[in-house]
């Protein structure tokens, strides 16, 4: 299961290595599938079912010689049975940074196709040997493909299973034929034919989202039956020694309030456990032992959740851990239950007479209160001991995540002096922080100044930079300088032009479209806001004061409103992101929109001496 933070990262990894192959294509797609096949059947074994998998591609260099990695993912719960190509075959483990893997492995063949038009083939074969780990299918590779057949075998026995189609492309490249045999057996086969690659442009939509897929549905036939998978493979010591040691520490107040007890936990292991994702693989599902979490002061959500549920159980909460699925993954693990409904653990804490607290650790800034949106109105299912619930996380709002940067100023000898203050809540706290603490010690003073000023022309004390992580009781985090800024104020025959859109914005630059395949992902729904005011100098008019602008888009408003009042003027630009994802045709009208807005907050204002 993943973490949310860095989920593009993640989310392509697992894409990738589920799909076969984790190398992406190069730009120009010289390399394609030119013939392939792949099947998957469930075969009887021991009184269950297991399910046998076989995939064969032939490649081709169609321009000019290059080299090609072809590859498979198989784990313990996944069988590697054979594998075949031009060469030696090399095995390793899958990893990512910022994520390690128990039990997830690599076979693959790295084959030179020399020039063009030469052809290589490899074949792979698997079983799954717990059918419950064949959960999907994702249809592109990392190489174009201009030709492929799949085929499922179901058989009689197994009438439940269906199989649902995910963002499949409306161009006929992928055609589905359904056939039921006179024993009731299903044979399902897709035919694939000038499929691209699979797509690896910048903030593109999870695969879920956006990639042609086939879910696997009713291996489990219910939530309950589910439950009683996850709960038998999850099961864990979670005994810690010397518990009420540990806890004094964490809380260390004579009387905590039950409040104070659960954000000190909260806080304590976020702080000190930090987190590496696990995934695929029977890893992916078996959280690491509380005491082993401890000592090693490393987890993944799974092992962190349970962890802190631990510890607030000792205080006498009623916490457990449940399984979700991130904003990633569009469906509900009520409306397919299946493992490829849930990418992700929390820790739930129930209150007499108040709705539950979802919690979710591997965040490292975030107050327990806020919920981050990978997880904001999604299906939670709650461990509890031989039964479970599935309580749905509340929604957000783009006011809970917020970017609010304000400079007020004076008019002093033809430049700006004055201070600057930018304040995070939220989702937009935990990013901010975290690119923070991602830098090098020695270049932390300049990556605040940075937060604050976008250009080296504007002057900042270093020296006096604050920052503070905990304003206002945890809630948001606030940097600060004093800053002087010349190029705002231009001067020309006795007036003077103050240009007061001179801050550095996130989600404000054009999106490039060149060879762009996919929609664009915002991070998520946020406010972001800057202001500057201005004290003018006595004996000085404004003289134009240019109108207010707002549009609407499908994501979201942008607006700027111009003030003047008790001698002093005032910019204020707003970007408020209600839907973070901009399909592909909406970009052009994006990028549009922005310029317009943008050329909005650069106007400027005039003033003038009194005549």
Known sequence: MSKPIAMRQLLALIFLITSCQIFAATVDDNIVIKDGTESYTFVPEAGNFIVKNRQKHTFEATRHGQWLRSQMFYSDRIRLDGASGKGKAQYRNASADGIFHDDSRICYYEINLEAKGKKATTEFRR?????????????????????KTLQIDIPAQLSRIELIDLNMPADGSIARADRT????????????????????????????????????????????????????????????????????????????????????TFRWVQQNIRYIAYEEGEAGHRPDAPAEVLRKRYGDCKGMALLLATLLRHQGFDADIASVGTSDIPFDIAEIPSLAAANHMICVVRRSGQPPLFLDPTTQHTPWSHIPYSIAGKDAFVHNGDSFSIERIPGTTPEQSTDNLTYTYMLLDGRLIGHATRTFTGDMMESALRSYHGVKKNRQAEA????????????????????????????????????????????????????????????????????????????FPSVITRSTTVVLPVGYNVTYLPENFAITTPQGTMQCTFEQYDGTVRMTKTMTIDTPRIRLDDIPAWNDTLAKWNDACNRQIEITPTR
């Open 127 to 147: 079983t799954f040997t717990d059918a419950a780990f064949f959960a999907k299918i994702f249809l592109q590779e990392p190489y174009p493909i201009a030709s």
């Open 181 to 264: 045999m006179p024993d009731g057996s299903r044979t399902v086969t897709y035919t694939i034919t000038s499929l691209p690659a699979l797509c690896d442009d910048e903030s593109a939509p999870a695969p879920f989202l956006d990639s042609p897929c086939i879910l696997i549905k009713g291996w489990f036939p219910d939530v309950d039956a589910l439950y009683r998978w996850e709960h038998d493979i999850s099961h864990t010591d979670t005994a810690i020694p010397d518990t009420e040691t540990l806890i004094a520490q964490i809380v260390n107040n004579d009387n905590p309030s039950e409040q104070q007890r659960l954000a000190d």
């Open 448 to 523: 605040l100044a940075l937060m604050l000023v976008p250009s080296s022309r504007v002057a900042i004390d270093t020296d006096h930079i604050k920052l503070n992580e905990s304003a206002a009781n945890g809630t948001s985090a606030t940097v600060s300088a004093d800053i002087s800024n010349r190029q705002a104020v231009t001067e020309s025959d006795g007036t003077l032009y103050l240009d007061l859109n001179t801050s550095g914005d996130p989600c404000s630059s054009r999106i490039d479209t060149y060879k762009r395949t996919a929609d664009y992902m915002l991070p």
